[in-house]
């Protein structure tokens, strides 16, 4: 009986960690860009961290995205910026 609560509490642990891993999604009209510090804020007030290869020029204000995206340490990191469809 222990060794099948110990199983089952490490199965749901994993469980819960997998789970927080998934990455999020956001879609939103572009309200500002900060080339610089590399985000990107949405009409929402929510702002991302661009990833180090994207091209902050490829989207302006005003544009549809969607960003896919994970927290990390406080902070939005997107991982893909896409267009909304």
Known sequence: M???MVALSAGAM???STIAALA???TG???SIDPA???VTLDSGETFVLPEAFDAASIAV???VKITYEEDG???KASEVAPAS
Do not use: F, I, N, S
Request: charge should be neutral; proline fraction near 0%; aromatic fraction near 0%.
């Open 2 to 4: 222990r060794k099948l």
């Open 29 to 31: 009209a572009v309200a």
């Open 74 to 76: 406080g902070q939005m």
């Open 62 to 64: 005003g544009d549809q």
């Open 24 to 26: 999020a999604e956001a």
């Open 14 to 16: 994993l469980a819960a």
């Open 37 to 39: 510090a590399g985000t």
